[in-house]
């Protein structure tokens, strides 16, 4: 239960001082020896706290998701694996995993999309990347448009398709080998581009730097870059631009 809740609930006598007081008691976070799960997140930046599973024992992270399913608070995973999904599938029954992304969630149902994230790649072998990307914006309230393999190998499919790339508050652009792709949208849009390197490519690729310096070094104006593989970083910052553009620069 987060704060705001709490407090609403005392105000319509729903709640005690005395019980929102021992409710209040677990708050900013809640101690689990091993974590602490930060339940003010949303109330500081207004995006809950997002789990990195990779690295994570199957215990540690049974734990976590019990925590906010018995807290009834949504939560997102990110890097999870299949067996990870399995191990925690058996505790918490009504989490969802999928298998390019590697999400792994608990979610309201009746969750609200608004305002128009773009979502692009250059090639086919980007989109676990850009799923990454395409479904933390979701998750975060941002209705997504998905234009994959639009790369400049055959640059007449992105042109085909710029008129409604450009109808989006903000613009994900995923690619590896040389990285282009970014760089180009930037030069044919109004919009933010935030860019996302990926580790494809063959050896001169240098696992992403590449990309990740063509992105860094473009002359286009108004692109953002984030880390090598970085979905999650993408997607969370191109829904804060659309959040921005929906509340007319309001947070």
Request: proline fraction near 3%.
């Amino acid at each position: 239960m987060d704060i705001n809740k709490i407090l609403e609930q005392v105000k319509n006598g729903i709640l005690s001082p005395e019980e929102a007081e021992k409710i209040l008691k677990q708050l900013p976070y809640k101690d689990m020896g091993f974590a602490r799960i930060d339940h003010h997140r949303k109330l500081r930046s207004g995006f809950g706290e997002v789990i990195f599973c990779e690295g994570k024992s199957d215990e540690h992270l049974i734990q976590i998701y019990k925590h906010f399913a018995t807290e009834n608070i949504d939560v997102l995973g990110t890097r999870a694996t299949s067996k990870q999904y399995e191990v925690v599938l058996k505790e918490v029954s009504n989490i969802k995993y999928d298998p390019v992304s590697r999400i792994l969630k608990l979610e309201n149902e009746n969750k609200l999309l608004q305002g128009l994230v773009a979502v692009c790649t250059g090639g086919t072998s980007d989109i676990p990347i850009a799923e990454e990307a395409a479904q933390v914006a979701e998750y975060f309230g941002s209705c997504v448009l998905r234009v994959y393999d639009i790369g400049i190998a055959g640059i007449h499919r992105l042109f085909s398709k710029i008129e409604e790339i450009n109808t989006a508050n903000c613009i994900v652009a995923v690619a590896g080998m040389e990285g282009a792709l970014p760089g180009i949208l930037a030069g044919m849009v109004d919009k933010p581009v935030i860019a996302v390197p990926t580790s494809i490519g063959y050896g001169a690729n240098f696992k992403g730097v590449s990309a990740l310096l063509t992105m860094l070094n473009s002359c286009a104006e108004g692109i953002s870059v984030v880390n090598i593989d970085n979905g999650f970083g993408a997607g969370y910052l191109s829904t804060q631009i659309n959040r921005l553009v929906i509340n007319g620069g309001k947070k």
